[in-house]
């Protein structure tokens, strides 16, 4: 019986996407999973790739145009037979046979909605994989205050992990904990509760998806946990343009808070995320930053 099965969706991450199921195909037990790849209209000869490929368990889904991530993932679960689908970035490693031991665990406690593992850099530090949902105090901090020590402590951070600041917040992922919410990377849910909430909006393109998914599945009563005991490498930002992950997080945040806040509170988050961005332009200006100081500055007008 298939117990698991994997997700990934690809935009032109042809090498990436092979060593990814590489790593799969190494550690994972065959008779336990299924692979289904949603190529997003890859012109990096992805294509020929996965229709030359004759890898066991494998189905592929031929996209004419980028539908994005969480559309595709819905693909990727109407064709899916197992009692869980793993949610997998295509630029991520199996380092070793998590499965087993995470599809008990999550067995083992019906109340989970959605369980993830740490997500480490090639060179084994620590990312940052999920947080708590984006309410004005923790946007405010976010864009502001957040790199001071303690604040976290005071407000729950919508991202924990600071990776430019002297307290990036690695700490916090080393502990088993209950987030808001994980990150897209890796999500391990089980099928009838993907169904209940009827998958990603697909309001969506790319990046707080997840955020919005994890949101409604807590909504339903579930837990999202968040377990270092298991592990996979995350190489991070293979299908998006740099720089493109900050504006199109911005949009996403606010797309979160057209559909689940009060209409009041879209000026005042319009507001923080202006400040935050002035604030970043202002430092990358001083700093000779030019590309990052365009970024922001780019941000500012568009948010």
Known sequence: MIKVSIIITSFNTKPILAACL???YEYFDNDLYEIIIIDNASTDG????????KMQNLKVIFNKRNIGFGAANNLGAKLAKGKFLMLLNSDTLITNNILPGMVDWIEKH??????????TNKDGSIQGTGGFFPTLPRVFSWMTIQDLPFVDSLIKPFHPMKEKSLMTGAYFYKSQR???WVTGAFMLIPRNVYKKVSGFDTDYFMYTEE????FRIKTLGYKVYYNPEWQIVHLGGSSGKTGDNI???????KIFYQKHYPKWQMPILRLLLKKGSLLRMLFYKLTEKQE??????????EV
């Not at 019906?110 to 997500?119: F, P």
């Not at 955020?211 to 994890?214: G, P, Q």
């Open 22 to 24: 590489k790593s799969i």
């Open 46 to 53: 992805s294509v020929k790739f996965l229709r030359n490929n």
């Open 110 to 119: 019906d109340n989970i909605g959605v369980l993830s593992c740490s997500l």
């Open 178 to 180: 209950e987030l808001d």
């Open 211 to 214: 955020v919005d998914l994890c």
């Open 247 to 253: 504006i199109r997080e911005f949009e996403g945040v």
């Open 292 to 301: 990052s100081y365009q970024l922001y500055r780019k941000a500012f007008y």
